[in-house]
């Protein structure tokens, strides 16, 4: 469905899928209730999806980027460090 989303409103329907899959990497990290998870392969895998389904590799840099940020903040909130060694494998 978001494909041809994609296919057929172009830009538009990236920037609205790519605000989606931001937020779901964002919850990953700093979920509305409670604490973050830290589910890698979620995020990786939220990531992947996205390049899958637009073709962007542009916003799915731009979502690689905000991963990190969103790491680094969580780190510098809880202090788990175990987080820098995901971080490389992004």
Request: glycine letters at 6%; hydrophobic letters at 45%.
């Amino acid at each position: 469905m978001r494909r041809l989303a994609v296919t057929f409103m172009g830009e538009a329907a990236v920037e609205t899928i790519y605000l989606e899959y931001r937020k779901k990497v964002q919850d990953i990290f700093f979920p509305s209730r409670g604490r973050g998870n830290l589910d890698f392969a979620a995020a990786k895998q939220a990531i992947a999806e996205f390049e899958r389904v637009t073709g962007s590799k542009k916003f799915a840099t731009d979502l690689r980027l905000f991963f990190v940020e969103e790491g680094i903040d969580f780190t510098n909130t809880y202090g788990d460090i175990y987080l820098y060694e995901q971080l490389r494998w992004i």
